[in-house]
């Protein structure tokens, strides 16, 4: 067993080492918080702020979150939790066409349930980018203004081509040095409609020389008619996000901006936009800087919005929250838990490096939590009848079966012998293979808190599938009584009597791709969606399990574990999605 307690201390990473510098520097002393987001007059005589960090979570609303948001999650959350820091929720709606709604509550909820709240002492963190378009709009006049940026009327693919290559320098555009005064009043016009889409963008005048190509005077604003679900039809212009995201954190007073890798080269803009505003007093000091991290790659799994979005609606799957996917809507249903992901962004860690995580160490890790937050019952899923000849016809008799192997506390369950049980197909052989220590004609097994019994016989049909196996039992092996231990047997299976027991459906899940790393090296990750993802089967099961609320956790002895879907179930007609097998069976080669 391992100890759940060690294997959850939060490792160090190099984030970690960044903010512990910062504390001992008191790099962030003299940072100051109104006690809502805005520029340098709004921070300038509030008091210091209470958070000693401030980091946030910024999905952009257009789509639902992954496992690869909740490594996010818990980091920057984790992160202000331990450096007595404040966590944003501020939702990155700047592109106003894929965004919506249901995507934000759904988010929210998401968060929620990695136990994770914006709210600190009554007070509420969560922000919309989009409330920040007028200072953004302000900014950028105010980068005009003092000769930093300019408004380009080449047309798309002009700037493309004169933004140079890798080897090649660019060209400067014939409007950068226009006079501020027409940059201005091109700029205005951008905003009040008079321009038609992407017929001019604001660009940010740096140095198309740059061996940095985002250098390259990079667009800052561009024409969109476009329906926002916060501002409506105000605007027809946009920020970009690498504009705006740098505002966005220092209207916040974020300290550590943390973001994935691909962003590193976005880094000097970012520090370039900060400097340039509080250069012109439209920002203060301290800034927020930007950290880069590895994201998380899940083996046989896709963590792209855009990939996940057609899986959803070309019908691959059922929807959003279909238990295959790696949504955290998916996960939940599948009976993935918070403490299951906790553990296993722990172990997993944050790096530098880009890398592949085997899907094995999120299954591990949920099989860890589960494995010490699940009571045990029995399921036969796939049954056949079993029938003790020599056990007499009407009685039923007690055997207990203890909850939970690990924590007697819980205490032991009444399950009913009877003389008609099912027990599983596959723990029958009319011709044993060689290290079966299951049933077959002669051979002995002890049935789990119960007897020990003798296979004596078999039936068969008409197409010679076996329908039955008959057995007799030994009266002094009862578990649990003296000397019931006498008889030796190497099998031990697991049963429920027919007249205690219900019929239901289960849902085998497995791997939604059977490719290890789907899509990779031009190929289609379409095409290699598993066949066998969902295997829905109609099982025996104990009694009590009918009566359990949707969500309820159990592991099914000998199978793994198993949650009663919060979806699909009705009262009294659970259906159960197979979490994990207790085992890992992937076959590696
Ligand atoms: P996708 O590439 O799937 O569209 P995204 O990065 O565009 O994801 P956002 O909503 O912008 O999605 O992401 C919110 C936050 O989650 C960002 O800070 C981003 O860095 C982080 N994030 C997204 N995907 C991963 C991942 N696979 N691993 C770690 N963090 C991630
Ligand atoms: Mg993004």
């Not at 160090?12 to 006690?35: C, H, M, P």
Request: one cysteine or more; proline letters at 6%; charged letters at 30%.
């Amino acid at each position: 067993m391992s100890d759940h307690k060690t294997t959850t201390q939060a490792p160090s990473n190099f984030i970690r080492g960044v903010i512990e510098r910062d504390l001992a520097n008191q790099s962030y002393a003299g940072k100051t918080w109104a006690g809502t987001p805005g520029d340098a007059s709004h921070h300038e005589k509030a008091p210091m702020d209470e958070a000693k960090i401030r980091t946030r979570f910024p999905p952009e609303p257009n789509g639902y979150l992954h496992i690869g948001h909740a490594k996010s999650i818990f980091l920057n959350f984790g992160l202000a939790k331990d450096y007595d820091g404040i966590c944003h929720l501020r939702f990155d709606d700047t592109n106003p066409e894929k965004e919506n709604q249901e995507y934000v509550d759904s988010i929210k909820s998401n968060v929620s349930w990695l136990g994770f709240s914006w709210e600190q002492n009554k007070t509420s963190h969560l922000y919309f980018a989009s409330n920040y378009f007028n200072f953004m709009y302000e900014a950028a006049e105010s980068l005009i203004q003092s000769g930093h940026a300019y408004v380009d009327k080449q047309s798309p693919d002009e700037i493309r081509i004169n933004r140079g290559t890798l080897t090649e320098p660019g060209k400067n555009s014939p409007w950068r040095d226009k006079s501020i005064e027409e940059h201005l009043t091109w700029f205005r016009e951008m905003r009040d409609g008079k321009h038609p889409d992407g017929s001019m963008i604001l660009r940010a005048k740096i140095d198309m020389a740059s061996p940095n190509i985002n250098l390259r005077d990079p667009a800052i604003y561009r024409i969109k008619r476009a329906h926002h679900h916060n501002t409506g039809d105000t605007w027809c212009i946009y920020p970009m996000y690498t504009f705006a995201h740098p505002i966005e954190d220092a209207l916040e007073k974020i300290t550590h901006s943390i973001c994935t890798l691909e962003f590193e080269d976005q880094r000097p803009f970012y520090d370039w936009i900060l400097d340039r505003l509080i250069e012109n007093g439209l920002l203060s000091k301290p800034q927020p800087r930007q950290y880069e991290f590895a994201r998380l790659n899940l083996t046989y799994a896709v963590l792209s919005k855009r990939k996940l979005i057609e899986l959803v609606e070309d019908k691959h799957v059922t929807g959003w929250d279909d238990p295959r996917l790696p949504t955290l809507e998916g996960a939940r249903r599948r009976g993935y838990t918070p403490e299951g992901f906790k553990l296993f962004t722990d172990r997993i860690g944050v790096s530098k490096a880009d890398s592949w995580i085997d899907y094995a160490t999120l299954e591990e890790s949920m099989r860890e939590v589960l494995n010490i937050s699940c009571e045990r019952r029995i399921a036969v899923l796939d049954p056949i009848e079993l029938e003790i000849t020599n056990y007499p016809e009407n009685i039923e008799e007690d055997c207990f079966a203890p909850n939970h192997p690990l924590k007697p506390e819980l205490e032991k369950r009444i399950v009913k012998l009877s003389k008609s049980l099912w027990i599983e197909r596959e723990d029958f052989m009319e011709v044993p293979s060689k290290q079966f220590f299951r049933l077959y004609p002669g051979n002995m097994v002890r049935l789990r808190y119960g007897y020990v019994v003798k296979c004596t016989s078999f039936e068969k049909d008409v197409n010679d599938k076996v329908t039955k196996v008959l057995c007799e039992y030994l009266p002094d092996t009862k578990s649990g009584t003296p000397g019931s231990d006498s008889v030796k047997v190497k099998g031990n299976i697991h049963w429920v009597s027919k007249n205690h027991c219900y019929h239901g459906t289960i849902c085998l899940y497995d791997k939604l791709f059977s490719a290890e790393h789907p899509g990779s090296q031009d190929t289609n990750y379409l095409e290699q969606l598993n066949p066998n993802s969902c295997i829905t089967i109609e099982a025996a099961l104990e009694k009590s399990l009918e009566a359990v609320k949707p969500g309820e956790q159990f592991q099914f002895e000998r199978h793994g574990y198993f949650v009663a879907d919060i979806k699909d179930s009705k009262p009294n007609q659970p259906i159960f999605n197979r979490t994990v097998t207790l085992k890992d069976t992937s076959q590696k080669t």
